[in-house]
């Protein structure tokens, strides 16, 4: 069982940084960040692969950076230029089965890990 835990979340103004961290138990091929803002569907944002490999979601790209520490089983997600429209709970998760970096930060058929998030507030 591969438990995940976010923590970096908090208020921060438009235009500022935030860096999530994501700690992990054991490594999974396939890891991701995904967000849920009020009224709306949960969005794959970011993932990486074991190999490297990267993908981010339109509305991230050129903004928001993953990052992964094996080491440390810490997966980031370093987010700059924050706009309202990024308010969100955060979460990261985990799935074994995604070879495909775009799959698996979109997680089609679902994630088989979860953490419990982390809140993110923008605000002008």
């Known amino acids: 069982q591969v438990q995940l835990a976010e923590s970096g979340g908090g208020p921060v103004q438009v235009g500022g940084s935030l860096i999530l961290s994501c700690q992990y138990t054991?490594?999974?091929?396939?890891m991701s960040w995904h967000r849920q803002g009020s009224e709306k569907k949960r969005e794959g944002i970011a993932g990486?692969?074991?190999?490297?490999?990267?993908s981010y979601s339109p509305s991230v790209e050129g903004r928001f950076t993953i990052s992964k520490d094996t080491a440390k089983r810490i997966v980031y997600l370093h987010m700059t230029d924050l706009q309202i429209e990024d308010t969100a709970v955060y979460y990261c998760?985990?799935?074994?089965?995604?070879?495909?970096?775009?799959?698996?930060?979109?997680?089609?058929?679902?994630?088989?890990?979860w953490g419990k998030g982390t809140t993110v507030t923008v605000s002008s």
């Open positions: 998760a985990a799935d074994p089965n995604y070879g495909d970096r775009h799959a698996c930060r979109e997680g089609p058929f679902g994630m088989d890990y």
């Open positions: 054991s490594g999974i091929y396939c």
């Open positions: 990486i692969l074991s190999n490297g490999w990267i």
